[in-house]
């Protein structure tokens, strides 16, 4: 649905650029339901929950010449034209979490001034690269002319039916709910086992936590190895996440916690299972062909900008 006012970006888009406020969630909120172009990153926290940060930046709304018949109507005009965040959770790599471009007359000119305005505050961070999933395909349009280029892609693989397959465990592993206190260690096996772009905090992990439809850590000679979580819709489950540390990698790790994860699918009559993995992850599609999954096809650009 597109917005009912053209807008026309002024001559300084820099100039108008602000950093989101806390009163600016309602605008956003509209512009995430009526916006011409929008993204969402796939995450566990709330679009608006970002509002705040440095690499949340919103572009206002002029105020039109004169209104037209269906805002004298129904509503005031939008305050904003678009929203751009941009935040690491955690460092060094931030996504590109939320962006919404209204139904201005150059989104493309729109979009690179908010990019800039939000890389130009990382700048002298922490943070030194930029990512971008491009789930909808709109922005592959334009990306590859803001200094973005490919790095991965994202595949879905998918499983139907109750069928797994046995395969030789580990002696002495435990596979056990998770708990509150596990997610400091659990963010420390993202650290080790993924390059920045992948990794998970301690918070975006208890967040994972609280939302989840199963969160699994895997015991092994009294440590923490790895672990899984995963989400329902309906009649399916998905597996979000499932890490092991590298130490203890080819060990029989992953094999432990998707079959516990596939049996307490089954327990609750959930028998098409869908997750995600990078394309050149070839271990992990050894190990999910292996148990069932097929790839379906369909690929999603890992869109990465150096940020420097």
């Known amino acids: 649905m597109e917005m009912a006012n053209h807008w026309t970006p002024p001559n300084s888009l820099a100039a108008t650029i602000r950093v989101a406020e806390i009163n600016d969630k309602p605008d956003i909120m509209y512009l995430l339901q009526h916006s011409r172009y929008?993204?969402?990153h796939l995450d566990w926290q709330p679009p608006a929950d970002w509002v705040g940060k440095q690499g949340f930046v919103v572009l206002p709304q002029t105020e039109p010449a004169k209104q037209t018949?269906?805002?004298?109507?129904?509503a005031a005009p939008p305050r904003l034209a678009a929203c751009l965040a941009a935040v690491a959770d955690p460092v060094p790599a931030a996504w590109v979490r939320v962006a919404c471009l209204g139904n201005v007359s150059a989104p493309k000119e729109v979009l690179a001034?908010?990019?800039?305005?939000?890389?130009s505050k990382l700048r002298g961070t922490a943070v030194s690269e930029l990512g971008w999933l491009a789930v909808d395909s709109w922005p592959n349009q334009w990306l590859p002319?803001?200094?973005f280029y490919i790095a991965n892609e994202i595949e879905t693989y998918v499983k139907i039916g109750k069928?797994?397959?046995?395969?030789?465990?580990?002696?002495g592993l435990t596979i056990r709910r998770a708990h509150p206190d596990d997610m400091v260690t659990l963010a420390k096996i993202?650290?080790?086992a993924f390059t920045p772009l992948w990794r998970h905090s301690a918070s975006g992990l208890g967040m994972a936590y609280r939302q989840a439809f199963s969160f699994d850590v895997a015991e092994w000679n009294d440590r923490i190895v790895g672990f899984q979580f995963s989400t329902r819709n309906h009649n399916s489950a998905h597996l979000a996440r499932m890490t092991v540390t590298p130490d203890?990698?080819?060990?029989g790790?992953?094999?432990?916690?998707?079959?516990?994860?596939?049996?307490t699918y089954q327990q609750h009559n959930l028998h098409y299972i869908s997750l995600n993995t990078q394309i050149d992850n070839k271990p992990s599609q050894k190990l999910y062909t292996k148990f069932g999954f097929q790839p379906r096809g369909q690929h999603l650009p890992v869109w990465v900008r150096q940020i420097n």
Do not use: C, K, M
């Open 253 to 263: 790790i992953g094999s432990a916690l998707l079959t516990n994860a596939l049996q």
């Open 248 to 251: 203890a990698q080819q060990s």
């Open 145 to 147: 002319t803001l200094n």
């Open 69 to 74: 018949l269906a805002n004298r109507l129904f």
């Open 38 to 40: 929008q993204h969402l």
């Open 190 to 192: 993202e650290a080790d």
């Open 163 to 171: 069928g797994i397959p046995r395969v030789p465990l580990p002696g």
């Open 113 to 119: 001034a908010l990019l800039e305005e939000v890389v």
